[in-house]
């Protein structure tokens, strides 16, 4: 391919950047992005990896890396970078998350891992609950020295793993504990590494490991330094002790090129082990430019100006954000409800939902219910009324399995799974076949420019839904058919050449993970359902309205957000000027592009721990309305 001189290269896919937004693409040595929500994020670091790439200023056979938390935000980011240059290019952008990128070293390179902290082959992966880690710290209390009995008690579950363990820097050889807090760190450890029949280590452990393998190993690190020259990163204000701990050793004090993106007003994650102080140390360990992104696309002019009033409770220095966005309703684009009891709120929700999709032309997926926490209590309340309107809700944090409904829907095997079910279901479906068609080329590892081999691909893939199709045509949607349906495309994928094709699978058990969410969805998805194109917009959420919390509504955008629970019941845990609380608010509102309601009801509780937040509200112009 014919590269592209640095000075005439223009982005690919959208008109512009911002004239800050462009002095950021160009850096050359590390930068720190500071973009607010709707800056476009995403967009700015897939236009900087097709600068690079194009220009040759990443040359083959040299890699672009960017590492999300969310495997959504990774394979969203992989996307827009394919859409927006050829093959040959794309195909030298890894998009990973942390801990999937983590994951990999690790087993790659588990012999290699000091003695005294090497886990089993294979071993499992720790989700580590709140009440497992009280019980370890009563235990670790227990067997304690007398000496370090205070500091050990001191030692809280809700932040032991995320602040002690993944800050701690673990040494070569295991020496003796000398404090309190070393003492039941090295007994966390030895449990995790004991555990039986095999180690069961956690993400923090993890990306522990993998930073100590690059510590005790300079060659691997170098190595990894000259395969990425360019890093990114996103969501930096997102990274842990561990996380921030793993990037310095892997790509402090080289040449690479590291661009960290975030904005330290949505800092939501501090509860699981956030830095507070990442972006500083980002700019001090790695000499880093700070470039501010101050356009907003996402919100009309209205919201941008109660996001700034917000914005600036959390830093009174904040500057205005520019909406470029238009205004496309009439009316207030913000309010509070004020309900008596949860069947008032809820029947009124309803009937705003059905009036407000009919005056304004939109669909249920245009809108989005947010809650602080405990999505399941809400749509035990709101699901019904809602019903009863023809509405459905879908809540985004239903378990499956080991998984959530959103992650499943983001991950790659369901994407192209679903994607060959819309072909055997119609033959109108050219994004399900573009998809498909690409993904089979890869699962086949037919190379680039290879006629031969994409004409028997494409052939295999039109024989395939031949068969699919008349069997779709013949068969009603039950859950004993989706499990056959099930697997056929399983056994056409092949799992196994899946598995070696997409990096997050390549060890580990995430894919096997994926496949039974994949199953039980499908199969949950048939009740109902008529025909299978029924079913599987039931699948995919489609004529639904996303029921989330905040945490899983980041980075993403809705016409309208409805935030379901103001009150101190959801905020049990709030204090004024609490940032973590004030950060969460500001996500949930800037969510909107159109429209933010906010919901209190008097019968979930009072308003008192949350009343800043309610004054804020008042401060922006928001009015409040008696329903």
């Not at 005439?8 to 850096?27: H, N, V």
């Not at 007398?146 to 793993?161: D, H, K, P, Q, T």
């Not at 600036?312 to 954000?321: E, I, K």
């Not at 969460?584 to 009801?601: E, G, N, Y």
Request: hydrophobic letters at 45%.
């Amino acid at each position: 391919m014919m590269l592209v001189r640095a000075q005439d290269w223009r982005p690919r896919g959208i008109d512009d950047l911002e004239p800050d937004a462009w002095r950021a693409l160009r850096q050359t040595g590390s930068t720190c992005v500071v973009a607010g929500p709707g800056a476009g994020k995403t967009e700015f670091l897939a236009q900087r990896a097709v600068y690079l790439l194009e220009t040759g200023l990443c040359p083959a056979p040299y890699r672009v890396l960017a590492i999300s938390f969310k495997s959504d935000a990774a394979s969203n980011l992989a996307a827009r970078v394919r859409k927006r240059c050829p093959p040959e290019l794309s195909n030298r952008f890894t998009s990973l998350t942390f801990d999937a990128f983590t994951k990999s070293l690790v087993d790659r390179f588990l012999t290699a891992i000091p003695a005294d902290w090497r886990p089993s082959h294979p071993y499992d992966i720790a989700f580590p609950a709140f009440r497992q880690v009280s019980s370890f710290l009563d235990l670790a209390r227990l067997n304690a020295p007398e000496e370090w009995l205070a500091e050990v008690a001191g030692l809280g579950a809700g932040n032991f793993e995320s602040r002690h363990v993944g800050a701690y820097r673990l040494p070569i050889v295991r020496p003796a504990p000398q404090t309190g807090k070393e003492f039941t760190i090295h007994r966390w450890w030895s449990d995790q590494l004991g555990a039986q029949p095999r180690s069961a280590l956690s993400f923090v452990s993890l990306n522990r490991l993998a930073e100590l393998l690059l510590r005790s190993y300079p060659h691997i690190r170098r190595a990894l330094q000259l395969t990425y020259p360019f890093v990114f990163v996103d969501e930096f204000q997102d990274t842990t002790y561990a996380q921030y701990d793993f990037l310095l050793s892997a790509f402090g004090g080289a040449n690479n090129a590291v661009t960290a993106v975030g904005d330290d007003k949505q800092r939501i994650m501090t509860w699981a082990g956030a830095r507070i102080d990442a972006f500083d140390r980002f700019a001090t360990d790695f000499t880093a430019v700070r470039i501010p992104l101050l356009f907003n696309f996402r919100s009309s002019p209205d919201l941008v100006h109660i996001q700034h009033v917000v914005a600036r409770a959390l830093d009174p220095t904040a500057m205005p954000t520019i909406a470029r966005a238009a205004r496309q309703v009439d009316g207030e684009v913000a309010q509070v409800w004020h309900s008596p009891t949860t069947a008032r709120e809820a029947e009124h929700l309803a009937q705003w939902l059905v009036d407000d999709m009919a005056i304004r032309g939109r669909v249920p997926r245009d809108y989005a219910i947010l809650v602080k926490q405990k999505s399941d209590d809400f749509e035990a309340d709101l699901a019904a009324p809602l019903a009863l309107t023809a509405l459905r809700l879908r809540n985004e944090s239903h378990t499956l399995g080991r998984t959530t409904l959103q992650d499943l829907l983001s991950d790659t095997f369901a994407k192209i799974g679903v994607a060959l079910l819309r072909l055997g279901a119609t033959r109108r479906a050219p994004d399900a076949w573009q998809l498909c068609s690409a993904a089979l080329l890869e699962i086949r590892a037919v190379a680039s420019g290879d006629d031969v081999a994409e004409a028997r691909t494409e052939a295999e893939l039109t024989a395939f839904l031949t068969t699919l199709r008349a069997e779709m045509a013949n068969t009603p949607p039950t859950v004993e058919n989706t499990v056959a349906l099930a697997d056929q495309v399983l056994a056409f994928l092949d799992v196994a050449a899946v598995a070696r094709t997409y990096l997050e699978y390549a060890s580990g058990d995430l894919l096997a993970i994926m496949v039974d969410a994949f199953q039980q969805h499908l199969a949950a998805s048939a009740p109902g359902a008529t025909t299978w194109g029924e079913c599987l917009d039931a699948f995919e959420g489609v004529g639904q309205i996303p029921l989330m919390t905040v945490h899983k509504s980041k980075g993403l955008e809705y016409d309208t957000i409805v935030f379901v629970g103001l009150d101190d019941q959801a905020w049990w845990a709030h204090r004024p000027g609490d940032p973590e609380g004030l950060a969460t608010f500001f996500v949930a509102l800037s969510r909107a592009k159109q429209r933010a309601i906010f919901s209190f009801c008097r019968e979930r509780g009072r308003r008192q721990r949350v009343a800043e937040l309610f004054q804020l509200l008042t401060d922006a112009g928001v009015p409040e309305v008696a329903i």
